[in-house]
Each structure stands twice: as C-alpha cells, then as structure tokens.
C-alpha cells in the first residue's frame, strides 16, 4: 500500500485529476468534501499529504494550520486554487503550509510539490523523532541532577529553536533568532556560523566570541568554509558570491594599519582544526548549505554536543528549504511569465522602493519607458506567436544592455521600463543608445521572416521633478515622453497608404 493523500474538494474533476497523476505513481487516493467532522479527519495522521481546494475553504485554512501545529501533526498540507492573491499565498506559505499550486498549474506542478512536502514531512518527523529521545533522555537522568539540568537546558533549546525558525520564511536576520533562542547556553562556541543560499545569493552568517576582529581574518575563514562546503558537498562557489552578516551587528571589524587593536592576532587567530564541526544543512541528501561551528580553546566536542548539533541542523535545513521555496514562489508573483524579467507588480516594488532611497539620499534616478513600434502590424501579419517571440528577444536585448544594478521589467503589452539607479539624465541617454545598437544589431528571425524591430523611449529623472511631485509623476513623464517621440513619428495613429 503506498503513501495515503487526502483531497478535500467538491469538484470530482480534482480527484480525478490527482487520481490520473498520482495513482501510477504509487499514491491512494481519498477524496473529501467538507462535513462537521472534518477536522477530526486531518488530525488522524493517516495522510502523508492534505490537498485541499483553497476556492472551497477559504480562511478556515488558519484553523487547519493552527490544528495540525498543535497536534503535531506528521501530514502535509498542500493548497491549490485560483480565487487568491500572491500576499495571501505569502501569509498562508508563513503560518505553516508546504506550498500552493495555481489550479492551472496543477497537471505540471502537483507531483514535484508533493515529493518536496513529503522531504518536508521526513524531515519534520526526524526532528519530532529527535525531540523525543531527548525527553526520554530527560526521564533517565532525573537521578543525575547535573546531566539533568544540562539535558534539560538543551531540550529547552530545541524546542525554543523549533518554535522560532521551524516555520520561519525570512532568513535575513535568522542568526540573530538562532543567538535569541539561547544557543550560547546550550555550546559556547568560538565562532558560529551559517553558509547557506537564497535565490540566486549566497549568505555567510557569522557570530564571533570576540568583540574585534580584522579583514584578513574573516577572508581567510570565509575561504576555509567554502572548502569545507566543496568537501562536504561538491558545491563549489567564489567567496566573491557571498554576502557577509556580523553578529552582534557593532562588531569591530578592523583593517591591518590598526592591527595592534586586533584581539584576534595573527598569534591565535580563529581558525579550522579537528575540532571544527561543520554540519550539512540537507534534505533527501541534497545540500541547501553547511552550519559551522568552533568550540573554544579547540577542545573536540563530546557525542551529546554532536547529536546536538545535528538534530540543530536539521531544524534549520527545513526552515531553509520552507525559506527557499518561499522564496521562489514570490519571485514567481513578480516575475513576467512570458520574458522572465519583472513583471508589473515587481517593477512598481522596485520604483517604490528606490524612487524613497533616492530623496533620502539625494542620489539621480531615471527611467527609462520603451514601446515597440508597430507591434500590431508584427502580430496582425505574422501572429500572436511571432509577437511574443518579438518581445522574448527585445527583453533580452535590454538585459543584456543594461548593469547588474539596473532593473528592467515588462510594463505592460509592448512596454518595457529600466530603472536606473544612481544615474542622470546623460548616463541614460548614453545607455539608450547602446540599447539601440543591440536591437539594431540582434537577428530577429520567425519561420523564416525576418522581423524589422525599432523601438521608441521616453526618458524621466528625478533630478527634473518638483519637490511635492513623487513617483507617479516620475513613471508619467517618462510615459509622456514615449508617446510624444511615437507620435512625431507617425506611429501611433499610421495614415494608410495610398492604393
């Protein structure tokens, strides 16, 4: 008998659809529609997954959450519908459920969200399996009031960890909870430290006993984490690729010209040796990032600090892999499905956001709006097809133009807008034209057409605007701008020609 799945829907299409996908894959199927015992029913445990129709419960879905929380239970939940915005599958995805499916994605994505929720469930069972033997630990050493006190301190610990990072989706302050939750208490570490990636990023967490440390130092350990990370994993990255958080944030970080300030000297630097423990963060033996830990004076470790230690890594590597898949799926809901650049909401994110850095810090901000010409004409006479190819290759075009600090983003149909952070009016003029010599020189071939592509811009600065004028001013003049070079060329409303 293979693994249970529960789907509670009142459309027999779903079940069937589940049926179909998932029954040859080992699966039985259970479907529910919603009655008063229901409830009871996902609280058995019976289930390795819960697929439930978001559309048919709507918010009873914080009740079910807060249930199986409570009861510790060992299912996964597993949402799926259409009828809900992207900041409530983030709400959702942060309160405890595995993941979210859009209905029309269900065919293609069901299956590998399923895999990934029951890693999850492996997991999160290990962790509870852990717990466990730690609270049977605590009943035999009641008589060893010292072992006791020291189990009990570490059993506090844990559940203190899991309560804070177990479901936890935001890892940018995540040392800081870890410190918060009282690891010092439990191993009094010269150095602790996370190497760990989301997205694209790569993110180097570092606590340090001591209150100064210097450059030299901390590169030097970034490089012996990565090899340790390459070792352990395979997974080979550049120290460039990192990003560097210190904890406690005031730490001295002092260059080598104040190096008689320096506490950790060049005498007895912190640095690997046998005693070091770096610990995989991994799910179904795949490597999400290491833990590393020191201990003080480079004393080993003993095998109650190790088992520690690991059932510690395993909390975070879920908190990771929840944290990581979070993070796709908001990247999803700003990202263009068509081009892969940002769509709409993601661009409007990014303006908000820099156009405020920009009077904070009086630095230039301009924007740059692009429309197609023609693209009607593109579409009419070679089909919706070639269009979309037009604009796949147009929004390449213009990554591959603009700097990695640059934001570019389908505004709408046709139009495309770049955000250029830190840069005035003549910097942007200057990368329109590049922009210009890319498409002029890019192939754009369809079936074996080829497409004559131009394009028309307007461009903005915050530098032009009134001191009340604000971002809607700033995203319309560049707008205005655009439909007034398209207009002087006849673009917008083209005179037929003559028979």
Same mark, same amino acid.
């Given at each position: 008998m293979g693994e249970r799945i529960l789907?509670?829907?009142?459309?027999?299409?779903?079940?069937y659809l589940f049926e179909e996908i998932l029954g040859p894959k080992g699966f039985d199927i259970e479907g529910?529609?919603?009655?008063?015992?229901?409830e009871s029913t996902i609280l058995k445990d019976a289930f390795a997954a819960i697929l439930v129709d978001y559309d048919l419960i709507g918010d009873k879905v914080y009740n079910w959450i807060r249930l199986l929380q409570e009861n510790r239970s060992r299912s996964c939940l597993i949402l799926y519908g259409e009828k809900i915005k992207a900041d409530k599958v983030s709400e959702i995805l942060q309160k405890g459920a595995y993941g979210f499916v859009p209905r029309a994605l269900l065919s293609e994505r069901i299956y590998e969200t399923i895999l990934g929720g029951l890693e999850n469930r492996k997991a999160f069972i290990e962790i509870l399996g852990t717990i466990d033997e730690l609270n049977d630990?605590?009943?035999?050493?009641?008589?060893?009031?010292?072992?006791?006190g020291r189990k009990n301190q570490e059993l506090g610990f844990i559940n203190r960890l899991s309560s804070k990072v177990a479901y936890d989706l935001n890892w940018d302050t995540i040392l800081p909870r870890i410190l918060g939750a009282g690891i010092l208490s439990v191993i009094d570490p010269e150095l602790?430290?996370?190497?760990y990636r989301i997205g694209p990023r790569w993110n180097l967490a570092l606590h340090l006993s001591e209150k100064e440390t210097n450059k030299e130092t901390l590169e030097r350990l970034k490089r012996d984490i990565v090899d340790r990370l390459f070792t352990l994993s395979k997974e080979k990255i550049s120290?460039?690729?990192?990003t560097l958080h210190l904890y406690p944030s005031n730490l001295a970080v002092l260059d080598e010209s104040r190096r008689t300030g320096v506490k950790v000297s060049s005498s007895s630097p912190i640095s690997?040796?046998?005693? %070091?423990?770096?610990?995989?963060?991994? *799910? %179904?033996?795949?490597?999400?990032?290491? *833990?590393?830990i020191i201990p003080k004076n480079r004393q080993e470790f003993k095998n109650g600090k190790k088992e520690l230690i690991s059932t510690i890594s395993n909390i975070l590597a879920m908190s990771l892999k929840?944290?990581?898949?979070?993070?796709?799926?908001?990247e999803m809901a700003v990202t263009d499905g068509l081009t892969g650049i940002y769509n709409h909401k993601g661009f409007r994110d990014f303006i908000q956001r820099e156009f405020q850095r920009s009077k904070r810090y009086n630095k230039p901000l301009s924007l740059i709006m692009i429309d197609v010409d023609n693209f009607k004409a593109i579409n009419d006479s070679l089909g919706h097809q070639a269009g979309d190819y037009v604009l796949m290759e147009l929004a390449c075009c213009l990554k591959s133009s603009v700097r990695n600090t640059d934001v570019v983003a389908r505004y709408g149909g046709d139009e495309f807008a770049i955000l250029l952070p830190e840069t005035e009016m003549g910097k942007a003029e200057m990368l329109v034209e590049r922009i210009l010599r890319t498409?002029?020189?890019?192939?754009?071939?369809?079936?074996?057409?080829?497409i004559k592509v131009e394009i028309s811009y307007g461009i903005s600065t915050t530098g032009e605007l009134k001191k009340v004028e604000g971002e809607e001013e700033f995203i319309n003049r560049a707008d205005s701008r655009l439909y007034t070079a398209k207009r002087s060329r006849n673009l917008l409303y083209p005179v037929a020609k003559e028979a």
């Amino acid at each position: 008998m293979g693994e249970r799945i529960l789907v509670i829907s009142d459309n027999k299409k779903d079940l069937y659809l589940f049926e179909e996908i998932l029954g040859p894959k080992g699966f039985d199927i259970e479907g529910f529609s919603l009655f008063d015992k229901i409830e009871s029913t996902i609280l058995k445990d019976a289930f390795a997954a819960i697929l439930v129709d978001y559309d048919l419960i709507g918010d009873k879905v914080y009740n079910w959450i807060r249930l199986l929380q409570e009861n510790r239970s060992r299912s996964c939940l597993i949402l799926y519908g259409e009828k809900i915005k992207a900041d409530k599958v983030s709400e959702i995805l942060q309160k405890g459920a595995y993941g979210f499916v859009p209905r029309a994605l269900l065919s293609e994505r069901i299956y590998e969200t399923i895999l990934g929720g029951l890693e999850n469930r492996k997991a999160f069972i290990e962790i509870l399996g852990t717990i466990d033997e730690l609270n049977d630990v605590n009943e035999r050493l009641k008589r060893e009031k010292e072992a006791l006190g020291r189990k009990n301190q570490e059993l506090g610990f844990i559940n203190r960890l899991s309560s804070k990072v177990a479901y936890d989706l935001n890892w940018d302050t995540i040392l800081p909870r870890i410190l918060g939750a009282g690891i010092l208490s439990v191993i009094d570490p010269e150095l602790l430290g996370m190497l760990y990636r989301i997205g694209p990023r790569w993110n180097l967490a570092l606590h340090l006993s001591e209150k100064e440390t210097n450059k030299e130092t901390l590169e030097r350990l970034k490089r012996d984490i990565v090899d340790r990370l390459f070792t352990l994993s395979k997974e080979k990255i550049s120290t460039k690729e990192i990003t560097l958080h210190l904890y406690p944030s005031n730490l001295a970080v002092l260059d080598e010209s104040r190096r008689t300030g320096v506490k950790v000297s060049s005498s007895s630097p912190i640095s690997f040796s046998k005693s %070091a423990v770096c610990e995989p963060l991994s *799910l %179904a033996g795949k490597s999400l990032g290491m *833990l590393v830990i020191i201990p003080k004076n480079r004393q080993e470790f003993k095998n109650g600090k190790k088992e520690l230690i690991s059932t510690i890594s395993n909390i975070l590597a879920m908190s990771l892999k929840n944290a990581q898949e979070y993070h796709r799926l908001k990247e999803m809901a700003v990202t263009d499905g068509l081009t892969g650049i940002y769509n709409h909401k993601g661009f409007r994110d990014f303006i908000q956001r820099e156009f405020q850095r920009s009077k904070r810090y009086n630095k230039p901000l301009s924007l740059i709006m692009i429309d197609v010409d023609n693209f009607k004409a593109i579409n009419d006479s070679l089909g919706h097809q070639a269009g979309d190819y037009v604009l796949m290759e147009l929004a390449c075009c213009l990554k591959s133009s603009v700097r990695n600090t640059d934001v570019v983003a389908r505004y709408g149909g046709d139009e495309f807008a770049i955000l250029l952070p830190e840069t005035e009016m003549g910097k942007a003029e200057m990368l329109v034209e590049r922009i210009l010599r890319t498409i002029k020189n890019h192939p754009f071939e369809w079936e074996p057409e080829s497409i004559k592509v131009e394009i028309s811009y307007g461009i903005s600065t915050t530098g032009e605007l009134k001191k009340v004028e604000g971002e809607e001013e700033f995203i319309n003049r560049a707008d205005s701008r655009l439909y007034t070079a398209k207009r002087s060329r006849n673009l917008l409303y083209p005179v037929a020609k003559e028979a």
